[in-house]
């Protein structure tokens, strides 16, 4: 009842830049925290950045002063701009969200993740 569907990512050069989306539908009832997370080949998935409903953000140190994560509550859309990219940024970028949903009987706990949208940082 709930979809995430994530977008943006693709080819770019080190030093470039790309911004990623990810929009929440369905019965929603409410959402908490929406993050990013990265999966990168033969790694465990990662956090990349989170952020509360209230603005709190919290970022890997691996990124930190490079990427901003952001959020508008009324579109249930969460975004991550992404600056001076870096071959080690190259992964699956998924998105989560936290919170609770209306499953057609009661409201229950949430935990929905996008498809993902793979990140390529390559000259």
């Known amino acids: 009842q709930v979809q995430l569907v994530d977008s943006g990512g693709g080819l770019v050069q080190p030093g470039g830049s790309l911004r990623l989306s990810c929009a929440a539908s369905?019965?929603?009832?409410?959402?908490?925290?929406m993050g990013w997370y990265r999966q990168a080949p033969w790694k465990q998935r990662e956090l990349v950045a989170q952020?509360?409903?209230?603005?709190?953000?919290t970022y890997a140190n691996s990124v930190k002063g490079r990427f901003t994560i952001s959020r508008d509550n009324a579109k249930n859309t969460v975004y991550l701009q992404m600056n001076s990219l870096k071959s080690e940024d190259t992964a699956v970028y998924y998105c989560?969200?936290?919170?609770?949903?209306?499953?057609?009987?009661?409201?229950?706990?949430?935990?929905?993740w996008g498809q993902g949208t793979l990140v390529t940082v390559s000259s």
């Open positions: 989560n969200a936290l919170g609770t949903y209306d499953n057609g009987k009661y409201v229950t706990p949430l935990d929905a």
């Open positions: 369905g019965t929603i009832v409410s959402i908490n925290n």
């Open positions: 952020i509360t409903s209230g603005g709190t953000t």
